[in-house]
């Protein structure tokens, strides 16, 4: 569900769903600042015996000593198979309580309450729930559905611009990777975007999540065509490692569309009006689009499984064939990626 001005009332339009139920609502220390108590006020006035946990905000959280330390507090407390957890914040909460209420008693039904633009348009759509691992991020985890999402676009107004922006890279790909209309009233709306305007966001944030949600029903365990919501995040995740995670996910995607696009156009598959679509789209939403100076270059490459020494060496990409399609599994030889850098 997603409506403006529906976190006010959450629990409202469902009482059949709260009433008599053991809630647990997991949050972040920010976000529990911002609207844990709205939310408690909200479950109690609907007969629900609600408690709050909360894990301290940011990505560290997202790992198994707090999943543990969370599912201590949840079994002391009483959880049983009929309970219900809901996350609250951004994409850190959904996918860590997420990967908890996967695995707590083989499962208990969980409710999305995302309150981050990447949340709400990514993390908590599609059921992949997970926690990071000293090897790696979200190395860890299950595909486990939410049984609702309530998305309220208001919440958006608290939210620092920097992570505004983040879910703005996660939206343009979208449109970009899906869908040629939406990206046109990207295009035409940008300056609205950036005010926030909140009709314009529930649009955008309806019109993202039906999209990704399509993709996610036709490949639920993300061995085909969801790897089309990969685009940007082939350099993008090799930018985030390489800099040891110092350039922010949104940075990083917005950055690897339009290297990536670069990529496309110079293997004459994208043609070049496109490629300057997307920069132009990016830069009017204010995220960045040139590639930074890469301090390893080596990690960057390993990031992207390319081995210097070998020849004929290439990587696998999604690639922008025009606004709006993609292709997968496009073998990009590594002098491409060399050009970038
Ligand atoms: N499961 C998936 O499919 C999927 C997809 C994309 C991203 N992710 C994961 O999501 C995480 C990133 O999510 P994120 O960008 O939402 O980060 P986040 O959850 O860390 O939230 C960013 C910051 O915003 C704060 N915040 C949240 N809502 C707020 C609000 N309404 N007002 C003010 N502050 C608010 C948080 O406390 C935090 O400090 C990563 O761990 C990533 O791996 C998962
Ligand atoms: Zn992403």
Not at 27 to 47: F, P
Not at 175 to 191: G, N, P, T
Request: aromatic letters at 6%; proline letters at 4%; hydrophobic letters at 45%.
């Amino acid at each position: 569900m997603i409506m403006p001005g529906l976190f006010g009332d959450l629990a409202a339009p469902r009482t059949h769903q709260w009433k008599g139920k053991d809630v647990f609502v997991i949050t972040d220390s920010h976000v529990r600042t911002l609207y844990g108590q709205q939310l408690m006020r909200s479950l109690a006035a609907q007969d629900a015996r609600a408690w709050m946990l909360h894990v301290p905000a940011g990505e560290h959280s997202k790992n198994a000593r707090v999943a543990f330390a969370l599912q201590t507090h949840l079994l002391e407390k009483g959880i049983r198979r009929d309970s219900i957890i809901v996350a609250l914040g951004g994409g850190v909460v959904g996918d860590l309580a997420g990967y908890v209420a996967a695995t707590i008693l083989r499962g208990v039904k969980y409710i999305q309450v995302p309150t981050t633009l990447v949340a709400q348009v990514d993390s908590s759509v599609g059921g992949k729930v997970g926690i990071d691992h000293p090897l790696g991020k979200n190395l860890i985890g299950a595909f486990y559905q939410p049984a609702a999402v309530y998305i309220d676009p208001e919440v958006l107004a608290t939210l620092p611009v920097e992570e505004f922006r983040n879910g703005l890279a996660e939206v343009v790909k979208i449109a970009v990777a899906l869908d040629a209309k939406l990206f046109d009233k990207i295009e035409s709306q940008a300056r609205r975007i950036t005010q926030q305007n909140v009709p314009l966001l529930t649009d955008l944030i309806v019109q993202a999540v039906r999209l990704k949600a399509d993709v996610v029903m036709a490949d639920a365990f993300d061995s085909g065509v969801r790897k089309m919501l990969n685009l940007g995040h082939t350099i993008g995740h090799a930018l985030e490692a390489a800099s040891n995670f110092k350039i922010k996910h949104g940075a990083a995607v917005a950055i690897g569309l339009a290297a990536e696009s670069g990529i496309a156009v110079r293997m004459s598959l994208l043609d070049r009006r496109d490629g300057d679509r997307l920069i132009k789209v990016l830069r009017a939403l204010r995220l960045p689009t040139k590639m930074p100076r890469i301090s390893s270059k080596a990690k960057f490459m390993s990031a992207l499984s390319i081995d210097k020494k070998s020849e004929g060496n290439s990587a696998k990409f999604v690639l922008l064939k025009a606004i709006g399609q993609t292709s997968i599994g496009v073998d990009v030889p590594a002098r491409f990626i060399e050009e970038l850098l």
